[in-house]
Nanobody, 119 residues
Framework: QVQVVESGGGLVQPGGSLRVSCAAS????????IRWYRQAPGKEREWVATTTTDNTTNYEDSVKARFIASIDNAKRRLHLQMNSLKPEETAVYFC?????????????WGQGTQVTDSS
């Protein structure tokens, strides 16, 4: 079993920065990809970014050039540096680990971390 925990959420002023992190532990096989999503109040969950273990990341258009993902393979941890945050980006941020155990792929989700505009 794999456990995923997000951390680093909090209050942030418009235009401010925050770094959220996501850690996985347990019986981790081959990491295929790690994805960030967010869900704002009253809205559907939306994809934010996908990182692969070679530290290549694809970003949703609205966050490009403002959000930067980085992976620490040894520590099984992914960070998402969020800059120039906008009030409408208040949301619960979730990460998902796509892991291959040699037979099939599994998706593991954390409980999310809340990012809130403080204005």
């Amino acid at each position: 079993q794999v456990q995923v925990v997000e951390s680093g959420g909090g209050l942030v002023q418009p235009g401010g920065s925050l770094r959220v992190s996501c850690a996985a532990s347990g019986s981790i096989g081959k990491i295929m990809a790690i994805r960030w999503y967010r869900q704002a109040p009253g809205k559907e969950r939306e994809w934010v970014a996908t990182t692969t273990t070679d530290n290549t990341t694809n970003y949703e258009d609205s966050v490009k050039a403002r959000f930067i993902a980085s992976i620490d393979n040894a520590k099984r941890r992914l960070h998402l540096q969020m800059n120039s945050l906008k009030p409408e980006e208040t949301a619960v941020y979730f990460c998902e680990w796509e892991i291959y155990d040699g037979v099939k792929k599994y998706d593991y989700w954390g409980q999310g971390t809340q990012v809130t505009d403080s204005s």
